[in-house]
């Protein structure tokens, strides 16, 4: 498992527990990938290529699964796969599914996948002609990677033109050295995933999560500060059609460009009054939804997978998924999403049972072998039972178990899902 979040810790937790997996090696993994059962972590960074090849043969690692985009997109899997390996991930071409919206967006087109209509610019004055041409405020985003900080939804004109300066200012580096312009859609927000084995998909329930720092889901965008699945606002038929209408034509479309795309394309889908759109692929679970979704797949999980890195879906198991509800909720800390201090001590007496997991995210340990906090979003707590009010309940009640200086969280997550 290559990855250090708390994305790539319930991952870990999730393949540790099917049967058939001896040992998972979480690199660099994070202060609470130790106490999973059945992991342990390997002090090897995501973005060291040559360390992560050596570090799988010399164990002679059976799969790979990377969990972020930066190493995908910087080609992680392809490099593996060189050296003979499973690997679920995309390749470098794949990925660029989520590292250049311009591409995303002619593929979308060509593939005849809904998504809001756009503009592409390299320059601030093409950018600027299209916004003034279209004569209402635009969605600005940068072409490239921008660690999920370079969307803005313009509100004015003032605010468009702003943030077409800000693309282009050089503040995003590489990833802004073009942009898209995109027409604002509304309607609520769901996460949809696909495992993929280059010609096949199976699709993972609907999630939810929420962006916003502020209860009320007000404030500054978040990677996300909670989630829950699976998402009542896309039913059966709901699902159906996102795979009919995006996951199915967007893998076809790789195809049909050469890409044998091997991993996980995560839609999230805009449900307007028109049918659900297209509001961005990545080439990686979301997180939190994958802490939240983890626990509701069944022990053929890591079967899957490595069906999925070997291109033979359609010799695995079938996935199963538990009737229950999931619900996530993040322990950021404070100060979060802007600066945050580091090295605070975690205290935690939540025992993880059956229907309730701690997955650190944020947090690494001292040398004397405490966990510590080491970033924005510190921990996840999930819990699942038969309906949203009793997993929040149960959540909320493992979330009190834990504790660090400066301990933020929504109390609200859910809220759309929740009776009490
Ligand atoms: P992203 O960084 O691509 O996840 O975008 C951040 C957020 O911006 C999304 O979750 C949406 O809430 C919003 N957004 C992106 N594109 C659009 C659009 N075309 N219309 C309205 N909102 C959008
Ligand atoms: N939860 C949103 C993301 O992973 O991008």
């Known amino acids: 498992m290559v990855g250090g ?58 799969l790979v699964v ?57 320059d601030p004055a093409t950018a600027l002609e299209a916004l003034e041409r279209h004569g209402r405020p635009l969605v600005v985003k940068a072409d490239g990677l921008a660690a999920g900080k370079g969307v803005t939804v313009a509100e004015t004109m003032e605010e468009a033109r702003a943030a077409i300066e800000e693309v282009f200012s050089g503040r995003f580096g590489a990833a802004g050295a073009s942009l898209v312009l995109e027409e604002k859609l509304s309607g609520p927000e769901v996460s949809v995933f696909a495992l993929c084995d280059g010609q096949r998909l199976v699709l993972l329930p609907p999630a939810q999560d929420h962006k ?11 990677g996300g500060m909670g989630a829950y699945a699976p998402a009542p606002l896309l039913d059966a038929a709901g699902l159906e059609r996102a795979r009919l209408e995006v996951l199915e034509p967007t893998l076809a479309a790789l195809r049909a460009r050469g890409i044998d795309y091997r991993g996980v394309i995560y839609a999230g889908l805009m449900l307007t009054a028109e ?6 692929f990545n080439c ?44 996530c909720v993040i322990a950021a800390a404070a100060g979060y999403p802007g ?52 997993a929040f309940a ?13 301990i933020t969280y929504r109390r609200d997550i859910g809220h759309q899902v929740r009776r009490r």
């Open 339 to 390: 600066m945050v201090r580091s090295g605070d001590p975690i205290r935690s007496t939540l025992v993880p049972g059956e229907n309730l997991q701690l997955f650190h995210a944020g947090s690494r340990r001292d040398p004397d072998g405490s966990a510590v906090t080491a970033g924005g979003r510190v921990l996840a707590v999930v819990a699942q039972a038969d309906d949203f009010d009793a």
């Open 212 to 222: 916003r720092i502020g209860e009320g889901d007000t404030g500054p965008n978040t």
């Open 275 to 280: 049918g659900p759109r297209v509001i961005e």
């Open 5 to 62: 979040g708390g994305r790539e810790s319930s991952l870990g937790w999730a393949l540790a527990r099917c049967p058939g997996v001896e040992q998972v090696w979480i690199a660099p993994g994070n202060g609470g990938s130790d106490d999973l059962p059945g992991c342990r972590s390997l002090a090897i960074a995501e973005n060291d290529p040559d360390g992560l090849a050596a570090a799988c043969r010399e164990r002679a690692v059976e």
């Open 394 to 406: 149960q959540a909320y009640g493992g979330l009190a178990q834990v504790h660090f200086e400066g």
């Open 66 to 122: 990377v969990g972020p985009e930066a190493p995908l997109a910087a080609g992680l899997a392809d490099r593996l796969r060189a050296e003979g390996l499973a690997v679920f991930g995309p390749g470098a071409d794949g990925a660029r599914l989520e590292a250049s919206k311009q591409w995303a967006k002619a593929l979308m087109v060509e593939a005849g996948v809904p998504t809001a209509g756009y503009w592409a610019a390299a």
């Open 284 to 327: 990686r679970f979301g997180d939190p939804e994958c802490e939240t979704l983890m626990p509701l797949l069944g022990p053929e999980l890591a079967r899957v997978l490595q069906a999925c890195a070997f291109g033979e879906l359609d010799q695995a198991p079938a996935l199963s998924i538990a009737a229950g509800c999931s619900a």
